[in-house]
């Protein structure tokens, strides 16, 4: 048997939790049951990898991915290209960037059940795409196949599976895409002439196959599927207690916004998987590739070690196992000296690497080692200090001993050497210093301008840091101290591509003796507190600037030479926050006052100025923009402060730039009260105020006839017909507004799950056709209809500048009581004419609208609101 061969060994094992490749930094603490440890130790005894790719966040089969992290035990993974930014929103206004950033939440919330990791490319989700070659003419096609390629070599995966086919049964150019780039990202990773910059970090890795994961789905009736290999993935897991059904349904329902909620399924389950490169395998997808501590030189013993382990693992005593973990532990540290000697191959490594990270955390597990770190508020500064309490409890009688505290990027250095004695809670209260260098703790994908297809990541990222960089844990060899306060200090471009987050660098170091031997936590840093509803909840801590800037109003029309008052609200990330703020305007615009002093005396609180706005003689007609700029200290700051907080995902901090588009057109309107009923959640009722419409937000119970008589128009929010079940009941109340003169606007409804067959007074058929390039020709299909003449009279210029798609969600038939008003087409594709339908009913009218004015007018599109007008004000 090795043994441990010098102080290198132990300096690379305490300083492996540094380095994973994705860190979810924002959650719960993690407790284990003796059951989730038993999983972990056999778990423990697997050294096989597969990775799972495809397009969006939701693309994934969960049901595979749990079988394959809870039954084959392997090191699961689901690469996405995109974070999903270009989908709707089914529970909130959050879209584009806000978007992606709660389905990349979504993801890593259902990854933490299904047992997966989860790592993307810096892909950006544009929208709808009908084919990968339209794709690629957005995306960088050669850089999303090197952040696959690198995740690959990160990995290391036995296996790549992708969900959908290179070819048009994909339904989506994005769906193509990921499997074009997965069979290319197959070979690339094993070519050491592809990507050459990238093994300065990484290895050549060349997978054993490459599968494509079909199903009913893909394939025409009565095709032959004997050829492809088959697994039962709908087993059922007794350490868990749930089938793999059960597991998938609940991971995919944290696709929340997406509408993705899932019901379980027990029993057989059947998975297809179809050969596409590689080594072919003629029964199992992992044929010939050796999973078990054998594929590593002299692994025999840890595997003989860690069988012994589990045969003897008792559940009621799970501390019982903790020796011989530590042993285990000890055997393993032969391999990390060997490494730093440079005499261990990458695979190797990778595995050691691994596998210590997961037997520390069951090691963690077994002795009832509760760690935690929370601060006193849940944001900080920079340049201020951070209060901390590190707490730490033993919940057995396994021998556990707090030996030093420190902070990564901090000089802290607490000699504590403090026994903890079991069911007593040792806390420690940390003053963490920022450096004001210090950015705002914007998701790193966010924090550089990008372009329609890809996100631009940062070369370097600064990230918390103390004013001296002199932070040497007890223990440590100083060449190996030195190396990771690099790392805590810059993240480099490569250790942040694939990463879902910004790895936590907001982290405590705690270095614990079990059993007298020495092991490093890293404890992310969160807030706590104490909701009367939700009880106990931690959400993530923020580094946030000394003031944030927000706009009133997403964007500012205006149709007369009138001015509009633009309030600008000053948050203070600090206590005593003095300065000024102005309004950066385009040519010929002005505001009153020119700039405006504040003086902020709380942290967190909020001051609220108005600038009047006005366009001049020289202002130019269409889409421009304003920015709000704060300057404190003789620092400027322009980025707001948005928090995202929904019950299933961890509260996430954005800090959006201080812009807002200003809009100077010719408009004319009818009609002035407008009743809206939200669906899934837009901004088109603070577009109808800013062009002057009173506007009364309605709730269900609102829906009378008599209440309804006093609006000139009723508009329907996006997917009203998906979201509220009550319109069941409502719709004929809502027809006879329309029948008695009234005027209703409903705007787009997905195809499925309609809470009823019909949702306008004539029979439609919905459908999911679409036009996805926004600025394709239009063609008015009766150019004397009324939508199309008054007040405005609507004009090919009025459908330029439109962002990311014309319309969706298009009706395919519709009676003959409908007018079709305009027609377009994506290239190649037959012309579509229903993106405006009308109907008159009774006195009134109807108009069904799949045209995306949600993402048009928040966007300062000035077509949108002339169209929107003409809508609101038919028949006046």
């Not at 380095?19 to 423990?44: D, F, H, M, R, W």
């Not at 069951?362 to 209060?387: D, F, H, N, R």
Request: net charge neutral.
């Amino acid at each position: 048997m090795m043994r441990l061969r010098s102080l290198c060994a132990a300096v690379l094992l305490a300083a492996l939790p540094l380095l994973p490749a994705s860190v979810a930094v924002a959650q719960t603490p993690k407790t284990y049951s003796s059951s989730e440890i038993l999983l972990g130790l056999k778990k423990l005894n697997v050294l096989g990898s597969v990775m799972y790719l495809a397009a969006h966040p939701d693309d994934e089969n969960t049901r595979l991915i749990a079988y394959m992290a809870n039954d084959r035990l392997l090191e699961t993974a689901y690469l996405s290209c995109t974070r999903g930014d270009g989908g709707q929103n089914l529970i909130g206004p959050e879209l584009r960037e806000q978007l992606g950033v709660i389905r990349t939440q979504e993801l890593l919330a259902a990854r933490r059940i299904d047992g997966g990791q989860q790592f993307f490319t810096r892909a950006n989700d544009f929208g709808f795409s009908k084919t990968a070659e339209e794709t690629f003419t957005i995306w960088n096609k050669e850089q999303v196949l090197s952040d696959m390629v690198w995740v690959i070599r990160q990995r290391r995966p036995d296996v790549l599976i992708t969900r959908f086919p290179p070819d048009s049964r994909a339904g989506h150019g994005h769906h193509t895409a990921s499997a074009i780039l997965a069979a290319e990202a197959f070979d690339a990773a094993g070519d050491p002439k592809r990507f050459p910059e990238q093994l300065k970090y990484v290895h050549v890795w060349q997978p054993k196959r490459l599968f494509w994961n079909t199903g009913s789905f893909f394939v025409k009736a009565g095709e032959d599927m004997s050829g492809y290999l088959k697994l039962d993935a709908g087993g059922y897991n007794p350490l868990l207690g749930q089938s793999y059904g059960e597991i998938a349904a609940r991971s995919r329902s944290q696709h929340k916004s997406q509408g993705f909620g899932s019901s379980a399924t027990r029993g057989e389950a059947l998975e297809y998987l179809q050969f596409v490169k590689g080594e072919k395998a003629t029964k199992d997808p992992f044929e010939g590739i050796n999973q078990s501590w054998n594929r590593l030189p002299g692994g025999a013993d840890i595997g003989r070690m860690l069988g012994e382990v589990i045969r003897k693992y008792d559940p009621a005593n799970p501390a019982a196992s903790v020796l011989d973990l530590l042993a285990l532990r000890q055997e393993m540290s032969g391999w990390g000296a060997q490494y730093g000697n440079r005499r261990v191959e990458q695979a190797d490594w990778f595995w050691i690497k691994t596998k210590v990270q997961e037997l520390d955390q069951l090691i963690q597990a077994c002795s009832g080692l509760y760690l935690e770190a929370t601060a006193t508020e849940p944001s900080v500064a920079s340049g201020q200090k951070l209060q901390v309490n590190v707490s730490a409890l033993n919940r057995s009688m396994v021998s556990v001993a707090v030996m030093n505290v420190g902070a990564n990027g901090f000089n802290i250095d607490n000699r504590v050497k403090k026994d903890l004695l079991p069911g007593q809670t040792l806390t420690l209260p940390l003053t963490l210093p920022l450096s004001k260098q210090v950015p705002a703790s914007q998701p790193y994908w966010l924090q550089q301008p990008g372009t329609v297809g890809m996100y631009t990541v940062p070369a370097q990222l600064t990230v918390a840091q103390g004013d001296t960089s002199s932070y040497i844990v007890k223990g440590l060899h100083h060449s190996v101290s030195k190396r990771v306060v690099t790392k805590v200090q810059q993240l480099q471009q490569h250790e942040l591509v694939g990463n879902p987050e910004t790895p936590g660098y907001l982290t405590v170091s705690v270095e614990v003796a079990v059993q007298g031997k020495q092991i490093f936590y890293q404890v992310p840093v969160l807030y706590k507190s104490t909701d009367p509803v939700e009880g106990e909840k931690y959400r993530p801590l923020a580094v946030v600037p000394p003031v944030a800037v927000n706009i009133g109003g997403r964007a500012y029309v205006f149709a007369e030479n009138q001015p509009k008052t633009v309030p600008v609200t000053l948050r203070a990330g600090k206590a005593g926050v003095k300065g000024s703020i102005a309004l950066a305007l385009p040519a010929g615009w002005k505001a009153e006052p020119a700039s405006i002093s504040f003086d902020i005396a709380s942290k967190d609180a909020e001051q609220t100025v108005q600038f009047q706005v006005q366009p001049g003689a020289g202002a130019a007609a269409g889409k421009s923009e304003l920015r709000a700029v704060a300057t404190v200290d003789g620092q400027q700051y322009s980025r707001g402060y948005q928090a995202i907080e929904y019950n299933h995902i961890p509260t996430q901090t954005l800090f959006p730039e201080a812009v807002a588009p200003l809009v100077k057109l010719d408009l004319k309107r009818k009609g002035q009260e407008i009743g809206y009923l939200m669906g899934a959640g837009d901004e088109v009722p603070d577009a109808l105020r800013q062009i002057g419409y009173t506007v009364t937000l309605l709730k269900p119970e609102d829906i009378t006839d008599q209440n309804l008589r006093r609006f000139d128009a009723v508009v329907l929010g996006i997917r009203a017909y998906n979201t509220l079940d009550r319109l069941k009941t409502l719709q004929p109340t809502l027809l006879r507004y329309v029948e008695n003169g009234g005027n209703m606007v409903v705007q787009y409804v997905v195809s499925r799950g309609t809470v009823m067959p019909q949702i306008g007074p004539y029979p439609l058929t919905l459908s999911n056709d679409r036009v996805t390039v926004e600025n394709a020709a239009i063609t008015f299909l009766n150019p004397q209809q009324p939508l199309l003449n008054s007040p405005n009279k609507i004009t090919a210029k009025d459908f330029e500048g439109w962002v990311q798609e014309q319309g969706l969600y298009y009706p395919s038939q519709w009676d003959a009581k409908y007018q079709p008003v305009i027609s377009s087409h994506d290239p190649n594709e037959p012309v579509k004419e229903s993106a405006i339908l009308v109907a008159n009913y009774g006195k009134g009218h109807y108009i069904y609208t799949g045209l995306s004015l949600f993402r048009e007018l928040p966007a300062g599109v000035p077509g949108a609101y002339r169209l929107l007008t003409n809508m609101v004000s038919l028949g006046k």
